[in-house]
């Protein structure tokens, strides 16, 4: 057995500080003494990208010891040094030297030195192959039939031929490890660990990991599994066992590929795209969260994962839920509508209770452990993705909580500091937007007043390099007719959305003449809206909550990625029209001069702030989508 790996991001470190040449002593002196960082790397850039790679100690007592005029490269005695290679992120782990710089699409991810840290060497993966590109299936199984109260096991593993069946390979390394992860949705809690790990070898098929359940209700169930790597999902197995009474016959089926469809063990999703894809590229951190029912109740297990090999953690939890979800995030969301106003001191009572409320949600929802380490990842987080499948929590309002000695300390909400999107598991990954033909809606009516007032000014800014802009009448037919076509790369809606806490399939658009557009309405050929893989905005009332529906997770959101868009934004409480009239300016402006997705709703969170003191509704919007993405 020989040590392999993916590639060195897996093994990457994050934990340093980058100092270019031209960096003044004083001003390293300060970072090195505030971030205390564990190495510190030196680019040198006008000397064909060299770098340099020290302890911060070392470093530190360099620079305390030269004068505060001194070169940088003088006061850390560069020559004397020899420099550190560069590699790609995507090397090979196994052929790496000792030490290396780790760069991706020209940035810095971080070092690698084994002779100092080896501890980094506990992320090559072991295995019996050469790290050789494979292609492997995910398979799982499980009786199509228990009878309620029985325990029984969920198999998964990989498969190197997908046995004559529909469906698409997952392409993986030999020796590389894939974390699972078991997610029962209806008739079944899961007894014992809810996450597992399988490692690709040359076998033709892996031993499986086993998975424990009881089945607890007469239904048609459904278990999801799924299989991540680097915070990547690559696969999905979705099955439907039926739960009887005590009469119920056992009859074992296997799911193995994409699309099979058996009516009694359910279907596999695979989504298999190319792991060493050269633009491939990450978010800084995901925060993978999953929900499941247990005999205490919902709970919460998180996780990171990431680039940055240090932000690669362990299960946390469960966070159990002692509360019923949705009537909680109901009143968070009531309450933020009722915050502002246009005295002075109100407006500033109310921006500290919204702190407050992220503050609390970020201490609740994140296990100390958890809280600590994207505390201390903040610095170095620029996007973050959020994969989850609980249809409750608003994670953007988390509000961040550190400790500096032995004081509290804050550094802004999930959405304010970090270019954050969310995105449902197990969904294929969109991460290029087109808006060469945009279709617009705008109705008048509650919040729409201020965003029918920037329509000209909106329709104007999309005009902007050749690009097709059609105003839709806001009707149901007409918009319906839109959907139906498939041809637009860009939806947006502005005007009055009402949200159904009964079921979130039924919270609707308003149209004009008293006809709404549900989620509902999306069935059928309104389906055909995915064809052209488009970003969606509803800059409407609470339409980007979600909620259970008859199937599983439903709203706006669901129902949108479902059909095939690339991305959807949408407000989790009602937004004044002025406001959201800024907010789709200027993130349309940001989204179009290159901004990837993430950054621009970030931006344009920022613009409302600024332009509407005492506003909460700078903090109502949410995006579904890679936070990566970018307008083509």
């Known amino acids: ?29 300060a970072l090195l003494a505030s971030l205390q960082p564990e190495r510190v790397i030196v680019e040198v850039a006008t000397d064909a990208g060299r770098f340099f790679l020290l302890a911060a100690e070392e470093a530190l007592a360099r620079l305390e010891a030269a004068d505060s005029e001194a070169p940088l490269a003088e006061a850390l005695d560069l020559p004397s040094l020899a420099p550190v290679p560069a590699l790609d992120a995507y090397s090979p782990a196994a052929e790496a030297p000792d030490r290396c710089i780790v760069v991706m699409d020209g940035r810095v991810e971080g070092f690698f030195d084994a002779d100092i840290d080896p501890s980094l060497r506990h992320r090559v993966r072991w295995g019996d192959g050469d790290g050789s590109p494979v292609l492997r299936f995910l398979a799982a199984e499980t009786p199509a039939s228990v009878t309620v109260g029985e325990a029984v096991l969920v198999l998964v593993s990989l498969l190197e031929s997908e046995g004559g069946q529909a469906g698409g390979p997952m392409t993986l390394a030999l020796g590389m490890t894939l974390d699972l992860w078991l997610v029962a949705r209806s008739g079944f809690v899961v007894e014992g660990p809810a996450e597992g790990t399988l490692v690709v070898t040359d076998e033709p098929e892996t031993l499986p990991w086993r998975f424990r359940l ?38 074992p089926t296997r799911s193995r590929s994409l699309g099979e469809r058996d009516g009694k063990a359910g279907a596999m999703q695979c989504h298999a795209g190319p792991l060493f894809s050269v633009d491939d590229r990450s978010p800084d951190l995901v925060l993978m969260v999953f929900e499941r029912r247990s005999l205490r109740g919902s709970e ?19 966070v159990v839920l002692q509360e019923d979800s949705q009537q909680f995030f109901s009143r968070l969301f009531a309450d933020f509508e009722g915050l502002g106003g246009d005295d002075p001191g109100k407006r500033a009572s109310a921006e500290r209770r919204l702190e407050a409320r992220g503050c609390h949600l970020f ?55 970090f270019a954050v999107c969310r995105w449902l598991l197990g969904a294929a990954r969109k991460p290029r937007l087109s808006l060469d033909r945009v279709g617009l809606v705008v109705s008048e009516g509650g919040e729409a007043e201020g965003v029918s007032g920037e329509s000209d000014d909106l329709e104007e800014l999309l005009r902007r390099g050749g690009r097709q802009v059609q105003r839709i009448a806001p009707r149901h037919l007409p918009v319906m007719e839109a959907l139906a076509s498939g041809v637009y790369t860009g939806l947006h809606f502005g005007g009055h959305g009402v949200h159904s806490h009964v079921d979130p399939d039924r919270s609707g658009l308003l149209l004009e003449g008293r006809d709404a557009l549900t989620p509902l309405d999306l069935a059928g050929r309104a389906g055909n809206l995915g064809k052209a893989a488009p970003l969606v905005f509803f800059n409407a009332c609470t339409t980007g909550r979600t909620g259970l529906a008859l199937t599983g997770l439903g709203g706006w959101a669901a129902r949108l990625l479902a059909a095939g868009a690339a991305a959807y934004v949408g407000t989790y409480w009602a937004v004044t029209g002025a406001a959201a009239g800024t907010f789709s300016l200027a993130f349309y402006g940001r989204l179009l001069a290159g901004d990837p997705i993430g950054e621009a709703v970030r931006q344009a969170r920022i613009a409302v702030r600024a332009a509407h003191e005492g506003d909460p509704s700078w903090l109502a919007y949410t995006a579904f989508a890679d936070p990566q993405a970018r307008v083509e």
């Open 1 to 29: 057995m020989k040590s392999i790996s993916t590639h060195l991001r897996d093994i990457v470190s994050t934990d340093f500080v980058l100092l270019p040449v031209e960096r003044s002593v004083e001003l390293a002196r």
């Open 214 to 251: 009881r089945a607890m209700k007469v239904c048609r169930a459904r278990i999801e599994v799924f299989a991540f790597h680097g915070g990547r999902c690559l696969g999905k197995v979705v099955l439907s066992p039926e739960v009887v009474g005590p009469r119920g016959a056992d009859h």
């Open 300 to 318: 919460l297990t998180l996780r990171l994962a990431g680039p940055d090999a240090s932000a690669n953690s362990p299960a946390y939890g469960p």
């Open 363 to 417: 201490q609740s929802l994140l296990p100390p452990e958890l809280q600590c380490l994207v505390w201390s990842l903040r610095e170095r987080i620029r996007s973050l993705q959020v994969l989850s499948e609980e249809p409750w929590v608003p994670w953007e309002l988390c509000r961040l909580v550190g400790k500096e000695g032995d004081q509290l300390l804050e550094d802004g909400f999930f959405g304010e500091r």
